[in-house]
């Protein structure tokens, strides 16, 4: 038996010994066809390590023969924003793997998804959406995948005036 390591970024298919049917994990999710044949795709091993080993007799490739592997790359890097104080912003970049899984980050602090920031993902596209701006939202934001980063500042415009709206119009 052997175990399936991956570095950082990358991503990978194995060919595989049966089809998603017939395999002890049976979940399509992480299987796909590549050039006419069921192939499974290991990057969930990073989620799901039970999975991973029970997956492992499913596979007929060895470590050392991989069907593909490339390493996940920036296609589209961010690029600096400037919005309106109470606002929304949208920082966006494009990986080179729609399976990519990417960090966001102001500064050195990780982000995490809720009221403030959401993150959305459409194919390659990975897009970070900051809500409701403040000035203290203005900052570096990065986004990184493997050992790739991308960087980008978010400028907010205060509201000038009290009869503006909350979203200065």
């Known amino acids: 038996m052997w175990r399936v390591h991956l570095e950082s970024g990358k991503s990978a298919l194995w060919r595989a010994s049966r089809s998603p049917q017939h395999c002890r994990c049976s979940s399509g999710r992480h299987w796909r066809t590549w050039r006419g044949r069921w192939a499974l795709v290991p990057t969930f091993a990073v989620r799901s390590p039970s999975l991973a080993r029970r997956c492992t007799g499913c596979v007929a490739a060895s470590p050392s023969s991989p069907v593909g592997m490339a390493p996940v790359v ?27 899984l990417v960090t966001w980050k102001k500064g050195s602090r990780v982000l995490s998804q809720g009221r403030k920031y959401t993150f959305q993902h459409r ?11 403040a000035s203290e939202d203005a900052g570096e934001y990065s986004c990184s995948v493997g050992d790739r980063t991308s960087k980008a500042k978010l400028t907010v415009k205060a509201c000038r005036g009290e009869l503006e709206s909350p979203h200065c119009s």
């Open 123 to 133: 194919g390659s596209t990975r897009v970070l959406v900051i809500h409701q701006l």
């Open 74 to 100: 920036f296609n589209k890097e961010l690029e600096s924003v400037e919005a309106k104080e109470g606002g929304e912003a949208s920082l966006c970049c494009e990986i080179s793997s729609p399976e990519g």
